[in-house]
Antibody, heavy 120, light 105 residues
Framework: QVHMVQSGAEVRRPGASVKVSCQTSGYDFNTYSLAWVRQAPGQGLEWMGWISPYNGNTKYAEAVQGRVTLTTDTSTNTAYMELRSLTSDDTAVYYC?????????????WGQGTLVSVSS | DIQMTQSPSSLSASVGDRVTVTCRASQDVNKYLNWYQQKPGKAPKLLIY???SLQSGVPSRFSGSGSGTDYTLTISSLQPEDFATYYC????????FGGGTKVEI
C-alpha cells in the first residue's frame, strides 16, 4: 500500500530556510507527480506547487514563487520542499501529497504533515 | 486564478441529519472538483473526485454533484465520525482550495 512519511518538525528564525522531506513507498514513484500543500494554524489549505519525478518539471503557486524549490531523489523515492527567506507567515503544517493525474487530477495519498515554526 | 468559495463556513448538525455543503468557483471548472475531509491534527482525506466519483473506501453516505461553477457535497445521514472540516478543491487550472466548512455537533 502507498505510504508517505515526512520529516520531523522544524524551528527556524526569520530569514532562514527550511527543507522538508517526504519519503514514499508502495507505488511507482516516477509515474505520479508530488504536490505540496500548507496549512497555517487555524487556517485553510494552500497549494504550493507540484513536481514530476519523471522529468523534474515543476509548477509553483504565485504566493511562494521565487522562494520555494521542489526536488526529488528517484534513487530513494523521496521528494523535498525547500522554502527560503522565511517569515512568521510561513509558520504552518506542510503536507506532501501524491497527485493522481490520469484524466482527472486530485490528491489521493497524503503525508502526515510537518510543522514548521518561524519565530525570532 | 480560480477562486473557490464555500458555504457555509460552519454548521451545527446532529447525528442522522442530512448535511449539504456548497462550493462555487469563480469560473467554470468542468467538474474538476474534489472534496476532502480533515479532522483536527490529521492530513486531509480524499472523499470525492471529478465532482461525483466516490473515492475507494469512502462510505456511500457521502455524495457529490454539480457542474459548471456550482458544486455540492452531501452527507445523507451524519455519523459521529463525520464531524470534521470539509474542503473543496478545483483542479481545472492548477489547484485551489475553498476556505473550508466546519461541521460541528
Amino acid at each position: 500500500q502507498v505510504h508517505m512519511v515526512q520529516s520531523g518538525a522544524e524551528v527556524r528564525r526569520p530569514g532562514a530556510s527550511v527543507k522538508v522531506s517526504c519519503q514514499t513507498s508502495g507505488y511507482d514513484f516516477n509515474t505520479y507527480s508530488l504536490a505540496w500543500v500548507r496549512q497555517a494554524p487555524g487556517q485553510g489549505l494552500e497549494w504550493m506547487g507540484w513536481i514530476s519525478p519523471y522529468n523534474g518539471n515543476t509548477k509553483y503557486a504565485e504566493a511562494v514563487q521565487g522562494r520555494v524549490t521542489l526536488t526529488t531523489d528517484t534513487s530513494t523515492n523521496t521528494a523535498y520542499m525547500e522554502l527560503r527567506s522565511l517569515t512568521s507567515d510561513d509558520t504552518a503544517v506542510y503536507y506532501c501529497a501524491r497527485e493522481y493525474n490520469r484524466g482527472w487530477y486530485y490528491f489521493d495519498f497524503w503525508g502526515q504533515g510537518t510543522l514548521v515554526s518561524v519565530s525570532s | 486564478d480560480i477562486q473557490m468559495t464555500q458555504s457555509p463556513s460552519s454548521l451545527s448538525a446532529s447525528v442522522g441529519d442530512r448535511v449539504t455543503v456548497t462550493c462555487r468557483a469563480s469560473q467554470d471548472v468542468n467538474k474538476y472538483l474534489n472534496w476532502y475531509q480533515q479532522k483536527p491534527g490529521k492530513a486531509p482525506k480524499l472523499l470525492i473526485y471529478a465532482a461525483s466519483s466516490l473515492q475507494s473506501g469512502v462510505p456511500s453516505r457521502f455524495s457529490g454533484s454539480g457542474s459548471g461553477t456550482d458544486y455540492t457535497l452531501t452527507i445523507s445521514s451524519l455519523q459521529p465520525e463525520d464531524f470534521a472540516t470539509y474542503y473543496c478543491q478545483q483542479s481545472y487550472t492548477s489547484f485551489t482550495f475553498g476556505g473550508g466548512t466546519k461541521v460541528e455537533i
